[in-house]
């Protein structure tokens, strides 16, 4: 199984950006996607999922200012940022999950770095 971050750079605040995670190795569909996103010092915290079904999830820090979606046809999930903050610096990480009862199969990928300047 592979999760392949990408999109992350460096923008300017009000800026946006568009994150990528490229999976493989997985039945994606069944799959909960999410975004989470960590700083140096502090725990890596979620910045939104994304159920199978299509249901959606969002740090009340991101809300309103990010979508995440996915292609079940690609294995595809994204995450699109507006109006970014400095405090959105962080890296990125994409990570997949699908628990059933008595399993959990769990993923991450690396991460993508997003600098936001003031």
């Known amino acids: 199984v592979q999760l392949q971050a990408s999109g992350g750079g460096l923008v300017q605040a009000g800026g946006s950006l568009r994150l990528s995670c490229a999976t493989s190795?997985?039945?994606?569909?069944?799959?909960?996607m999410g975004w989470y996103r960590q700083v140096p010092g502090k725990q890596r915290e979620l910045v939104a999922d994304?159920?199978?079904?299509?249901?959606?999830n969002y740090a009340d820090s991101v809300k309103g200012r990010s979508t995440i979606s996915r292609d079940n046809a690609k294995t595809m999930v994204y995450l699109q940022m507006n109006s970014l903050k400095p405090e959105d610096t962080a890296v990125y990480y994409c990570?997949?999950?699908?628990?059933?009862?008595?399993?959990?199969?769990?993923?991450w990928g690396q991460g993508t770095l997003v600098t936001v300047s003031s």
């Open positions: 994304i159920s199978s079904g299509g249901s959606t």
């Open positions: 190795g997985m039945i994606f569909s069944m799959y909960r």
């Open positions: 990570k997949g999950v699908n628990a059933g009862i008595g399993v959990r199969h769990e993923y």
